[in-house]
């Protein structure tokens, strides 16, 4: 590892924990409307808001410009409260505290151990907040940040709100223990809903994007349910609610069916979006790159 690389890692992760240190001082709604309010301003100034602002374009290109910059208006303060919240998202008490509002709980109960598969809504750390502090067994999976330094302090956050078991995403040894997981009556939750190269192409919004095709096929491989879930906000405060499972067709060709299925999860995570459509992530480029062009 160059020496350069390795000192700009650690003054990011400096930077990171001065910034939760003074997090730390602040009441979660202050902190909340204080990252909206910051992100309302920087925001525009990024190069993320010209993706944004083309995603939500080519999702929705029956909307005049005037619909589209309120969308990205309001998008910058549902991201700047989310980033803003995740340092002290161990605050959160799900069941007590009255912040979040658990809908639907009944059927996760019901169908544990389940695939839960859900995308980058709102604040998507409190869906995991509702699981861990569910009182039934989860594993969560996760994609390791570049910076170790950082990587170890975030995974350390989430041990904090009861996140205690995560799975690194795109590896054979992750597959490997969601399987063993499953098998020990434990459920898997994934995030199904960012661009995944080595996935399957399918429509979303009308334009295929490749898709992670992981949740579909351990469901078809365990037969236990794919259970979708999502989370909406009202300033600080939130709703989470898990739906019905996703009835997957077992035709004997699997990989029609693999296709099929995650034809169905991408289906879920666009009607959510276009119930609110400002609380999903658009920073990421999530179609082919020339649709950015």
Known sequence: ????????????????DFV?????LFPFNGISAFGGWLLRL???L????????????????????????????????NTGRTFAEFPITHR?????????????LEIFKANNPAIIVT???????????????????????????????IDARVRKQRERYGTKF????????????LLEALKNGESVALLNDQKFNTGVSVPFFGQNAMTAQGATR?????????????????GANFTVTFYEPIKLETTGEREADVLKGVEQVTKFIEDRIRETPAQWFWVHRRWPKWLYK
């Open 119 to 149: 995308g980058h809504f709102a604040n998507w750390e409190i869906m995991a907040t509702v699981l861990t502090q569910s009182g039934l067994p989860v594993r969560i999976t996760y994609r390791k940040i570049n910076n170790p330094y």
């Open 166 to 177: 995560l799975v690194q995403k795109s590896t054979h040894k992750g597959g490997r223990e």
């Open 42 to 44: 920087i925001g525009p």
């Open 92 to 104: 959160i008490k799900a069941f007590v505290d009255g912040r979040v509002t658990v809908k639907g």
């Open 218 to 234: 351990l469901a078809l491989k365990t037969g236990r349910p794919l259970l979708p879930m999502a989370v909406t906000r009202d």
């Open 20 to 24: 939760g240190l003074i997090l730390k």
């Open 1 to 16: 590892m160059k020496l350069g690389k390795k000192i700009g890692w650690r003054l990011e992760a400096l930077a990171y």
């Open 46 to 77: 990024t190069s993320k808001h010209k993706i944004a602002r083309k995603g939500l374009e080519i999702a929705f290109p029956e909307k005049p410009q005037e619909e589209i910059a309120q969308i990205l208006k309001e998008q910058w303060d």
